[in-house]
């Protein structure tokens, strides 16, 4: 199941680090994007300057909007309108492909998704968003393919999410050494530090037994998570855990503690689940 993620940004981005993630959803800006949005009437806008490409972008960032708020009704409602002014607005079909997918109706969201590929092949956001639909319903392999196809171009403004998204997928299909390569590329052309891709990092240093090598990079993605999630806390545990820092060790069981005492990870802790 898709799973919201705070750290992710709507307009650059519907993504969550650690846990399953929103792929980029890019939609190129309006003059203004309204904090809470309020779908305008059709009527607002006067038939002399009505542009239906106009229209039919400000009501996709509308859908990504509500969408990311985890109103996926209302978002189906503003990308069905975007595509009623403007029937071969792409990123409308990708938006709408990722909320059927969030919706579990597959058959419709791979339907707007190959609508949105023939419309544009080599657009690198419907290529990133159906890369994590493919990875979403288990073809995760396949999946890295259109990731490629979306880091290829040199005007894609976001790569490290690509990246960071064929990290997670390869990690998914059990290639340890294609994720942590997709990780470090995300790591390297990211702009923001790239504290998702970090994380996960971490988390696959942890899994190969690399505990100092995991230390680093978790440390290096809590500079830039506040407040630190709890899978980055519980992370933390164990890797402190495993090298004998009984300080540190207590230092982050008291924040996991106070701050996500009915967490998952708090639980696995109770239970002494350290692996």
């Known amino acids: ?20 993630q929103f792929p980029t959803i890019t939609v190129q800006p309006s003059t203004a994007t309204p904090a809470t949005p309020q779908p305008p009437a059709a009527s607002a806008e006067p038939a002399a300057q009505f542009d239906p490409q106009a229209s039919a972008q400000v009501h996709t960032e509308l ?12 978002a189906l409602d503003e990308a069905n309108f975007a595509l009623r ?17 969030s919706l579990k109706e597959n058959a419709k969201a791979n339907e707007d998704f190959q609508r949105a ?9 419907v290529n990133n968003n159906y890369g994590w639909y493919l990875c979403e319903i288990g073809r995760t ?24 998204n064929a990290g997670t997928c390869a990690l998914r299909a059990g290639d340890f050494d294609g994720a942590q390569r997709y990780l470090l590329q995300a790591v390297q052309v990211a702009r923001d530090g790239a504290p ?27 500079r830039a998570m506040e407040p630190p999630p709890a899978e ?44």
């Open 232 to 275: 980055a806390l519980w992370l933390a545990i164990r890797i402190e855990r495993r090298l004998g820092n009984q300080p540190a060790e207590a230092a982050f069981i008291s924040q996991l503690r106070s701050r996500y005492p009915t967490s998952p990870e708090y639980q696995e802790f109770l239970k002494g689940n350290f692996q």
């Open 1 to 20: 199941m898709m799973r919201r993620c705070a750290p992710f940004l709507l307009l650059a981005a519907l993504l969550g680090v650690g846990c399953s």
């Open 85 to 101: 002014v403007d029937s071969n607005y792409v990123q409308a079909y990708s938006v709408r492909g990722l909320i059927y997918a």
């Open 141 to 164: 392999r396949e999946s890295i393919t259109y990731f490629m196809a979306a880091v290829s171009d040199p005007l894609y403004r976001t790569p490290e999410r690509a990246y960071a």
């Open 196 to 222: 998702a891709a970090r994380l996960q990092l971490a988390q696959l240093f942890y899994q190969r037994g690399n505990f100092n090598e995991s230390r680093i990079y978790l440390t290096e993605a809590l």
């Open 117 to 125: 590929l023939r419309l544009a092949p080599k657009d690198p956001d």
């Open 63 to 74: 859908a990504a909007l509500y969408f990311q708020a985890g109103d996926p009704k209302t």
